[in-house]
């Protein structure tokens, strides 16, 4: 059983592992409410506001440089992007056939940096993609194919 570093935070349990800062003094965090893991932000001083309703897991959040979005990704694969003004979200990548996306993480304004994790037995492929907005593009940065001993 795998098992989660938590606290209880203003009445909301939260992951540890899931927790993104941004410039504009904002905290992006994935708590625990009700059957599934869902997208807060907390500016500090009110409460926490609910930014994702999905049905699946809400992960890995990361905070754009400017503060405006959140990238993040889901329990099924997919890779996410959210306005935090607007609170929607799109998907910029769906789960794909023996793999899925992981731990995005903000390079500048315009470029996400990501995993690509591909399970084909017996081997194990975790690549690191970027992913520019203004195009809609993706492209491989480093392939890393066979065992993956972390």
């Known amino acids: 059983m795998k098992r989660h570093r938590a606290i209880l935070f203003l009445g909301i349990f939260i992951g540890f592992a899931a927790v993104a800062t941004g ?58 992007l959210l306005g935090l003004e607007s609170r929607s979200a799109r998907k910029l990548g769906e789960r794909f056939s023996g793999g899925s996306y992981g731990y995005p993480t903000w390079i500048n304004q315009d470029l996400l940096a990501y995993t690509v994790y591909t399970v084909t037995p017996p081997t194990e492929d975790s690549d690191i993609y970027a992913y520019s907005i203004s195009e809609g593009k993706q492209r491989a940065v480093v392939r890393h194919t066979g065992s993956q001993d972390y």
Do not use: E, M, N, Y
């Open 23 to 80: 410039s504009a003094g904002k905290l992006v965090f994935s708590a625990h409410r009700g059957s599934s893991w869902q997208l807060f932000v907390w500016d500090g001083q009110t409460q926490p506001v609910q930014l994702t309703s999905l049905r699946l897991d809400s992960r890995t959040p990361s905070i754009s440089p400017d503060s405006s979005r959140v990238a993040f990704t889901t329990s099924d694969g997919a890779l996410w």
